[in-house]
């Protein structure tokens, strides 16, 4: 079955007081999610006229907030080995991982069997093209080798991710770089939803979702960015954040048959999409790395990342999270129209 991309159209007529009180009309547009049939909603009208919502960034204000907030942080320099939680003996024999510029311990505050954050003791503050695919090495790495040091102790906690608050605007409570993984013997609502959606395509076709995906999005040409090694990476028809981002892992299905390869090339693409980012003066972001069940081997599922935009710093800050996200729709609004983003980050690609 060919994968289809569709979308519905509706009418919203008003008297314009900006045009006299004519009769004005906007196209909202609603696009269906090829997998889940989850809806996303734009509206046309205003994004071809050219309506932006963003702010140049501030520079200074942005290395006043960092300096600022060097004071008294708990994961700067010595500071994070004397001031953050250690692991049990049978998990982490030296209580906390270190995989080069990056240091792994417990969230004292944890929401899963296993909750922990993972930070850069030597660097308070990542911008965005700061976040090399060296970092990121280290980052994947000191993640997976926490996955599987757990599953091999603990093979209840099949279910993990590990993801970032980039600033306040994306949830952080601290300036300092840092993100969090979690392990637990609960499947996430979201990546569940994916893999059943994924099993049942599978059941159904005799292929892979995503391996029909991407053979679709790369005819089209209209969303798709490219590869680095055996990654590839696209913008989503019907996203589910502003400039949304995803990185698919082929010919893998969970975090346990991660290997140096796939952790370089996922850090060589996340690195290209953080620049794009800081090329369009983003300030903040949402990312979570995903799998399937550690230790089963689907043919259906592939692992991967999501990366959306968040809004700007004080004093400019607003939250994107009205009513209608968090309890009508689930979805932010006002995107730009994934192909347009699309078009802006396939330059950072195309040397793949």
């Known amino acids: 079955m060919a994968i289809t991309f569709e979308k519905f159209q509706e009418e919203c007529k008003f008297y314009n007081p900006m045009k006299n009180f004519e009769l004005d009309t906007n196209i909202i547009e609603y696009r269906l999610d090829p997998l889940t049939k989850e809806s996303t909603y734009f509206n046309i009208t205003a994004l071809e006229s050219g309506l932006k919502w963003s702010i140049k960034i501030d520079e200074e204000e942005l290395l006043q907030t960092v300096e600022k ?191 140096e390869e796939d952790i370089r090339n996922l850090s060589e693409g996340l690195s290209r999409v953080l620049k794009y980012y800081r090329s369009q003066g983003v300030t903040s972001f949402n990312l979570i790395t995903y799998s399937g069940s550690l230790g089963e081997k689907q043919e259906y599922f592939w692992p991967g990342l999501k990366i959306v935009t968040r809004g700007y710093l004080p004093p400019y800050y607003t939250s994107d999270i009205t009513w209608r996200q968090k309890l009508l729709f689930r979805k932010e609004e006002w995107f730009d129209l994934p192909e347009t983003v699309a078009s802006q980050a396939r330059e950072f690609f195309v040397s793949t």
Request: some cysteine; glycine content about 8%; proline content about 5%.
């Open 69 to 259: 907030s060097r004071e008294g942080c708990f994961m700067c320099g010595d500071a994070v080995r004397s001031m953050t939680p250690r692991y049990l003996e049978n998990i982490l024999p030296e209580g906390r991982l270190t995989v080069g510029q990056a240091i792994l311990f417990p969230n004292i505050f944890g929401l899963a069997r296993y909750s922990a954050v993972l930070t850069y003791p030597n660097n308070h503050f990542f911008s965005l093209d700061e976040y090399t695919p060296e970092v990121l090495i280290d980052t994947f790495t000191c993640a997976l080798e926490f996955i599987k040091r757990v599953y091999k102790e603990d093979k209840e906690a099949k279910y993990a991710a590990f993801g970032c608050n980039y600033l306040f605007p994306a949830g952080s409570s601290t300036v300092h770089s840092h993100f969090h993984l979690f392990m637990t013997a609960f499947p996430f609502d979201h990546i569940k939803g994916l893999a059943s959606k994924s099993e049942q395509y599978f059941h159904d076709n005799s292929n892979s979702y995503w391996s029909h995906l991407l053979e679709t999005e790369k005819k089209e040409g209209e969303r798709y960015l490219g590869t680095v090694g055996n990654t590839h990476w696209l913008v989503p028809y019907a996203p589910s954040g502003v400039k949304e981002v995803q990185g698919l892992v082929e010919g893998k299905s969970n975090f346990i048959e991660f290997e």
